[in-house]
């Protein structure tokens, strides 16, 4: 016999499965009333708990064990959140006045309903749903009917997609529910002959979807989920319907490129067996015509930003790409050259066809047209396909060049890595070394030997690195990465970073909370312990609490890892006086 709700759901199954942090912050809910009315029966319980959203739970008996389900992204990946733990610890605490009274089981809920009758239901949900977009666009999309359905879908969709006002950050997912109900109704009427009015319906809500994005803040992601699936929807029904391919091809090429929102991005790619030649071809009509009015762009272009054409571009590209022409990919990419990164786009498009020697030559142009301010992935591709056509020295002096430019870490690394390869870092690792010392130019007209630093600890040289950072300082990142690299053999040098960090800590600590500057003073304790006399550490949190008395909470984060100030021993009565005389 299976177990019942009751044996199953218990605080210490709810802090097993939800795991301690879960169950304290659910604790926390049901303790603040964020559980709403509950429904059940012997082997589920159901509720919503207002937490960033409104979510619906559902506990239910599964077998032997107690699952939970959530609407919370934690619940939608399959774990046991902490409102599954706010209603179930709601559950167990109901009182037993509430259970008898106020508190109807589930099936005891639906048989008081069933006694209602229809009529009196209907009113009440037609009431209910003028103020609830999420029920009214689902009653009309329940009641749709077969007579004129879509266009009555489609006037559920705009109920539930119209909430009347801004829908803040904190309400798309309840927003976007009320507009999945009604896909899904639409959903299930793929295979039924109507795929022309479901992908009428797709068009219209898409157009729905886009003008709700101005009001609706979504930064979760709820409504982008909302398009795709609307745009699969419409593809799915594409198939099935076979609508004119040269009259969707204009459609969704139109969208395609004058829409805001990247509504059927790729549509030549994912609907080619859609479109079919005919559709293909006036996709191309329609890019040819509008790439002609694109003006070419060289080096020292100046243009502001344009996501029309950057659009028209991509379309360009994968028709070549479609269409297996490199020539032609290379003349899209070519039509833009404002950047030392379009050169690469075009040696890439050229090498991946087998064309090194043409990659290696727009490369070099590239890196000619921008003397000085060269991409480094530019120069990374030029400096392999020196390397790969046994053209090491040219290599390694194009990297020599750029590391004397930039004395960046990048530029070290790129240099090792030839020279390496061509069995010379030994005699190249000084001078460029050397080159780092000095550092990058600053704004402020002064560099340390971050770069340096940074290069001895990629080349695993730990000691060496010190040495240059005690000499000429590097940025802090730096520092507490040599500190970590030297606790183990050299804790004194470990030590005198740490201790730098605390006061820094206390001053920029978040909501008084003062936890990094915990977490400083453990790591100080541990290695005073190591290499101080007994008392040392002491001897620091007293000049803390000295110094920060004021603060009340540092106070208290130090009395409770037992760093409070040692207790005087009590003074005989003659010694006090004698003291006080």
């Known amino acids: 016999m299976e177990p019942t709700l009751t044996e199953l759901l218990t605080r210490e199954t709810l802090r097993r499965l939800a795991g301690p942090r879960s169950f304290e912050r659910g604790k926390e809910y049901a303790e603040l009333g964020a559980v709403g009315s509950m429904q059940w029966d012997e082997s589920s319980v159901r509720a919503g708990v207002q937490g960033m959203h409104?979510?619906?739970?559902?506990?239910?008996?599964?077998?032997?064990r107690l699952a939970g389900f959530c609407t919370c992204p934690v619940g939608r990946d399959g774990l046991f959140c902490k409102h599954c733990v706010a209603v179930g610890l709601a559950w167990i605490s109901r009182s037993s006045e509430r259970d008898e009274a106020a508190?109807?089981?589930?099936?005891?809920?639906?048989?008081?309903?069933?006694?209602?009758?229809?009529?009196?239901?209907a009113s009440v949900l037609v009431e209910e749903a003028l103020d609830d977009e999420y029920l009214h666009a689902r009653l009309l999309a329940l009641t749709a009917g077969s007579d004129g359905r879509f266009r009555r879908l489609e006037h559920a969709f705009d109920v539930a997609v119209d909430p009347g006002g801004f829908v803040a950050w904190n309400e798309p997912y309840a927003f976007a529910q009320a507009l999945e109900e009604v896909i899904g109704t639409v959903e299930r009427e793929l295979g039924s002959n109507d795929g022309v009015e479901i992908v009428a319906f797709c068009e219209h809500a898409l157009r729905r979807v886009e003008a709700a994005s101005e009001y609706v803040e979504d930064s979760s992601g709820e409504l982008g989920t909302v398009r795709e699936r609307l745009e699969e929807l419409h593809l799915a029904a594409c198939r099935e319907a076979r609508p004119e391919p040269r009259e969707l091809a204009e459609r969704l090429f139109s969208w395609e490129l004058e829409g805001d929102w990247d509504t059927f991005y790729g549509a030549l790619e994912r609907y080619a067996d859609v479109f079919g030649e005919p559709g293909v071809a006036r996709y191309r009509e329609l890019a040819e015509a509008a790439w002609a009015d694109e003006p070419e762009l060289g080096p020292g272009s100046s243009r502001a930003w344009s996501a029309r054409r950057v659009r028209l571009a991509r379309i360009k590209e994968d028709l070549a790409r479609a269409e297996g022409d490199v020539d032609a990919l290379v003349a899209v990419l070519a039509r833009d050259r404002s950047s030392p990164h379009r050169y690469q786009l075009i040696a890439e498009a050229l090498l991946a066809a087998g064309r090194g020697?043409?990659?290696?030559?727009?490369?070099?142009?590239?890196?000619?047209?921008?003397?000085?301010?060269?991409?480094?992935?530019?120069?990374?591709?030029?400096?392999?396909?020196?390397?790969?056509?046994?053209?090491?020295?040219?290599?390694?002096?194009?990297?020599?060049?750029?590391?004397?430019?930039?004395?960046?870490?990048?530029?070290?690394?790129?240099?090792?890595?030839?020279a390496s390869r061509a069995g010379v870092w030994e005699g190249w690792r000084k001078p460029a070394r050397e080159a780092l010392r000095t550092g990058p130019d600053t704004v402020w007209g002064k560099s340390d030997r971050s770069e340096l630093v940074a290069a001895l600890l990629w080349e695993d040289d730990p000691g060496e690195a010190w040495r240059e950072a005690k000499e000429g300082g590097c940025r802090r990142d730096l520092w507490l990465a040599l500190a970590r690299r030297r606790e183990g053999d050299h804790p004194a040098d470990a030590l005198e970073v740490y201790l730098a960090q605390i006061d820094p800590a206390i001053r920029s600590s978040d909501n008084h909370t003062y936890a990094g500057a915990v977490e400083w003073l453990e790591k100080v304790e541990a290695l005073f312990a190591r290499i101080e006399p007994k008392g040392a550490f002491g001897d620091l949190v007293r000049d803390i609490r000295e110094r920060h008395r004021a603060k009340r909470n540092l106070i208290k984060r130090l009395d409770e890892r037992g760093w409070g100030l040692p207790i005087a021993a009590p003074q005989p009565r003659a010694a006090k006086k004698a003291a006080h005389s």
Request: charged share 35%; hydrophobic share 35%; proline share 2%.
């Open 54 to 64: 409104r979510y619906r739970v559902r506990l239910e008996v599964t077998g032997d």
């Open 103 to 121: 508190a109807p089981t589930r099936s005891e809920l639906q048989d008081r309903l069933s006694a209602l009758g229809a009529d009196a239901l």
């Open 357 to 418: 020697d043409e990659a290696t030559e727009w490369a070099e142009h590239g890196l000619a047209a921008f003397e000085g301010q060269t991409d480094p992935r530019l120069l990374d591709f030029l400096c392999e396909r020196y390397a790969e056509s046994g053209r090491h020295d040219q290599a390694i002096q194009l990297a020599r060049e750029t590391l004397d430019a930039s004395r960046r870490l990048e530029a070290y690394q790129r240099l090792a890595r030839l």
